[in-house]
């Protein structure tokens, strides 16, 4: 079946520009994760969507990160004038209980 | 502050020989371990996971151990394949798998 899908899979912008990252979760699953990995570092929780349940937002970094979703379906992460150090790989995962499943990431490049 | 630590970054082994990475943690809160497998340009695959209710958990080629005493767990992979090498990620959470705290990861390669 279908995985976890993202898009795209890489973004190159300028800095100051806003971007726009796409995650289309597993079908069925109600969790949905976003993580961002620096060069050389661990994954770095973001934000959680489960059900309708208010997100939990405690890893986005500033205010200009935001993300939402849409019921059990597609979520986007939102980067507001967009940083150098912004540049990373931002994986998201869904999950129907105890194993997230990831995507492949999308690969953002601030210039 | 790192909460999850993999202090090797790099481990090379002989194909047919046992991998051991090493994870150690350092949240007491933690209560559920689960190690994933990342090749290059995909997202980690989850490999294998544990609770802390048990010390052992097994699944085909491969075993974590965790020992909460000491607050370290690691993965053994026997017979090592070529086809294990790839980056390894410790991760845990502290409510079942919310928002998993990760390690950097071990990158392991298998020679033939």
């Known amino acids: 079946g279908a995985g976890v899908s993202q898009s795209p899979s890489n973004k190159v912008t300028e800095k100051g520009k806003d971007v726009e990252l796409r995650c289309d979760p597993i079908?069925?699953?109600?969790?949905l994760y976003w993580y961002r990995q620096r060069l050389g570092q661990g994954l770095e929780f973001l934000i959680y969507?489960?059900?309708?349940?208010?997100?939990?937002k405690s890893g986005l970094p500033s205010d200009r990160f935001s993300a939402e979703r849409t019921g059990e379906s597609v979520s986007t992460l939102t980067i507001q004038r967009t940083q150098q150090e912004d540049s990373a790989v931002y994986l998201c995962a869904s999950s129907p209980s105890n194993v997230q499943y990831f995507g492949p990431g999308t690969r953002l490049t601030v210039l | 502050d790192q909460q999850v630590k993999q202090n090797s970054p790099s481990l090379s082994v002989q194909e047919g020989r046992i991998s051991i990475l090493n994870c150690d943690y350092t949240n007491s809160m933690f209560d559920y371990f689960l190690w994933y497998k990342k090749y290059p340009a995909e997202g980690p695959t989850f490999l294998i996971s544990i609770s802390s209710i048990k010390d052992k958990n097994e699944d085909g080629r491969f075993t974590v151990f965790l020992n909460k005493s000491a607050k370290h767990l690691s993965l053994h992979i026997v017979p090592s394949q070529p086809g294990d090498s790839a980056v390894y990620f410790c991760?845990?959470?502290?409510?079942?798998?919310?928002?998993?705290?990760f390690g950097k990861g071990t990158l392991l390669t298998v020679n033939p």
């Open positions: 079908s069925g699953h109600t969790a």
């Open positions: 969507f489960q059900g309708n349940s208010a997100p939990d």
């Open positions: 991760a845990a959470s502290a409510d079942s798998n919310y928002k998993l705290t």
